[in-house]
């Protein structure tokens, strides 16, 4: 199984949303140990909006995560997409998923995960975002830490994680999972799933839902979609498993999901 983000990024059915009225651009996002690359779209002028951090892919903050932060900040938001695996390597560089997985995700630990959201939130508080109404949302690799930012971050309030994984992680690091925290949730989480996704079974959705009946009143908000006739990465216009319908569908209902938790 291979993949290339740039050789996918040139389909016609890709989204490139204009930058005209944001702030945006490439920064070097303050962290712990140094500072890590980092995108950021916010409409320009404005301060006291909500933050939304999004989380990458397993392909880090290419293209189609930086438009996803526009688009965010289209509606309003401070979006800011903090590359994760800086200390790990350069995701970008690679084709292939198993080797990708092997030498890079499975080596990013979900405590350099947590610290780096975090540092994410106070930069662009720093910068006129309203640090009391954070949301996060994640795609795949990006979709899991959707789920454990909300469990982690008591200045979350509201997720919506896009195919993420429930009841494993990528590689031995991981010690949680999403069916591991659904009594911490902080916020609500929108899950939106495919039912044609073949590295999540439906039995894990069913699993999930079972923990947030029995979980705290966050868990107990939280809702799933699942798409009959999508798979895995409906959302990612620039790759063949895009569906335009149940991608726009999802989108206005995060959109929908934001505004009540958010505004």
Not at 143 to 161: D, N, P
């Amino acid at each position: 199984m291979s993949f290339s983000p740039a050789a996918g990024a040139v389909q016609s059915t890709a989204i490139h949303t204009s930058p005209q009225g944001l702030t945006h651009g490439l920064i070097d996002l303050p962290v712990k140990d140094g500072t890590v690359p980092a995108y950021y779209a916010v409409p320009e002028g404005k301060t006291d909006v909500p933050i939304i951090c999004v989380v990458q892919e397993i392909f880090g903050i290419h293209e189609h995560i930086q438009d996803v932060c526009r688009r965010l900040a289209k509606e309003g938001y401070f979006a800011i997409a903090v590359n994760l695996y800086e200390r790990q390597g350069d995701a970008s560089t690679y084709t292939d998923i198993p080797k990708l997985i092997q030498d890079i995700v499975s080596k990013v630990p979900d405590e350099q995960v947590m610290a780096d959201l975090d540092a994410s939130v106070a930069w662009a508080a720093q910068q006129g975002g309203d640090a009391e109404r954070v949301g996060i949302t994640g795609f795949c690799w990006g979709g899991r830490i959707t789920w454990m930012y909300t469990a982690y971050s008591a200045k979350v309030k509201a997720g919506v994680a896009w195919y993420g994984k429930l009841t494993q992680g990528h590689g031995p690091l991981i010690k949680r999972n999403a069916v591991d925290v659904t009594k911490e949730l902080h916020g609500p989480v929108l899950g939106l799933y495919g039912a044609k996704d073949t590295s999540i079974p439906l039995e894990d959705v069913e699993t999930m839902k079972q923990r947030l009946a029995e979980g705290n009143d966050n868990a107990k908000a939280s809702r799933f979609v699942v798409y009959p006739d999508s798979g895995h990465a409906f959302l990612a216009d620039y790759r063949p498993s895009y569906n335009e319908q149940d991608a726009q569908d999802g989108w206005q209902r995060m959109r929908d999901w934001f505004a009540q938790y958010l505004k």
